[in-house]
């Protein structure tokens, strides 16, 4: 074992130079319920396991928080090819995907193993905003909070 010197005795050393934050800092609106519209959609596999499919969509309700783009994430089943910007993708029949899509869009489709995206193309949603507090079992700072969709509640438009 080694002697740790004593804090009066040791050189004091100076760190310079500062790290990058990898992604932008995610948006923080009040919890509240929003008018949205959809942006794009993305697939990505995070933390290394779980598919999700990403709905990019932006605050349409006038005021302080126009224009900020919010997600909502849903869990997928798999991706069918590489995951990113409209990556293709199954979702579960029993996942908050199609339960959300058919409150929306009352879809009954022609093909029940296909439903487009475009049902979202030029709608106005009304959505649940929540923000986010914690992850995987521990609290955020404060400073590191982020909102998110947490549910779409019906069409306006």
Not at 111 to 124: A, E, H, T, Y
């Amino acid at each position: 074992m080694t002697a740790v010197t004593p804090a009066e005795g040791r050189q004091e050393k100076s760190f310079g130079g500062d790290f990058k934050v990898a992604d932008d800092i995610p948006p923080l609106v009040a919890p509240g319920r929003y008018r949205v519209m959809l942006d794009d959609y993305r697939t990505a596999l995070m933390f290394n396991k779980a598919h999700k499919l990403i709905l990019d969509f932006s605050i349409v309700s006038f005021g302080e928080y126009f224009g900020v783009r919010l997600p909502r994430y849903y869990n997928v089943l798999r991706f069918h090819g590489k995951a990113g910007q409209h990556g293709n993708f199954s979702a579960s029949k029993k996942g908050d995907l199609l339960r959300e899509i058919h409150t929306l869009f009352y879809h009954q489709p022609n093909r029940k193993d296909r439903i487009p995206m475009s049902l979202f193309n030029g709608v106005v949603i009304e959505a649940d905003v929540t923000v986010v507090t914690a992850a995987r079992g521990r609290k955020i700072p404060k400073a590191l909070q982020y909102s998110k969709i947490a549910r779409l509640v019906r069409v306006i438009e």
